[in-house]
């Protein structure tokens, strides 16, 4: 099985293009989904979140309070370092198995899409790394429709590589700006490029 690990800068486009991916009959696992998933109430992972940084990141109904860690995390980054040592541990043996379980279904090919996958080292583990991109002007204003003030975005910004590192390092950078469909055409191309073929 061709594993495809897809990365790039928050708000490049990871989630249109993971869609599309499916869209072609392709498995794709989000590693952002299997996060959320691990901390919801009565996960191990949650429990030891609470323990190291206090009941305050819980809400009134114990579930996480992402808005209130997330800002302990990103202006410490010892905090965020503590919060990384309990979740990426675990989100790795979940990628991990996930790859092995497709390939053992008999998938010609498998998609991960990890946004910190160069920051961790994770490249060695995907035959073919596709990078998202595009300019920081339309960067910002699609994480401004996501409510998230400069500050939250600056911040968020300096615990990631920049998008032009991502894209030259990967062996196939893919530019999100304008339509879909352009994106989308690039998408098929590389999928063509190694040799996988819709399913009928």
């Given at each position: 099985m061709i594993t495809l690990g897809v990365t790039g800068g928050i708000g490049a486009g990871k989630t249109e293009t993971s869609d599309h991916l499916s869209r072609w009959g392709i498995p794709v696992l989000d590693t952002d989904v299997v996060a959320r998933q691990l901390v919801v109430p009565g996960?191990?992972?949650?429990?030891?979140?609470?323990?190291?940084?206090?009941?305050?990141?819980?809400?009134?109904?114990?579930?996480?309070?992402?808005?209130?860690?997330?800002?302990?995390?990103?202006?410490?980054?010892?905090?965020?370092?503590?919060?990384?040592?309990?979740?990426?541990?675990?989100?790795?043996?979940?990628?991990?198995a996930w790859i092995r379980e497709k390939a053992l279904e008999g998938h010609s090919l498998g998609a991960v899409v990890i946004p910190l996958l160069y920051e961790k080292g994770y490249n060695s583990h995907f035959q073919v790394i596709l990078a998202l991109g595009c300019t920081p002007q339309t960067q910002r204003q699609r994480l401004?429709?996501?409510?998230?003030?400069?500050?939250?975005?600056?911040?968020?910004?300096?615990?990631?590589?920049?998008?032009?590192?991502?894209?030259?390092?990967?062996?196939?950078?893919?530019w999100s700006e304008g339509q879909r469909e352009v994106l989308h055409q690039q998408i098929a191309a590389v999928l063509q490029s190694v040799g996988y073929r819709r399913s009928p």
């Open positions: 996960q191990p992972a949650l429990a030891e979140i609470t323990a190291a940084f206090g009941p305050g990141i819980l809400d009134s109904l114990g579930q996480l309070d992402r808005a209130e860690l997330a800002r302990r995390v990103f202006d410490d980054s010892a905090a965020r370092q503590r919060l990384e040592a309990i979740l990426h541990p675990r989100i790795y043996d979940v990628w991990t401004h429709r996501r409510q998230w003030s400069d500050r939250v975005i600056d911040q968020r910004l300096a615990a990631q590589w920049s998008m032009p590192e991502k894209l030259q390092r990967a062996d196939y950078g893919l």
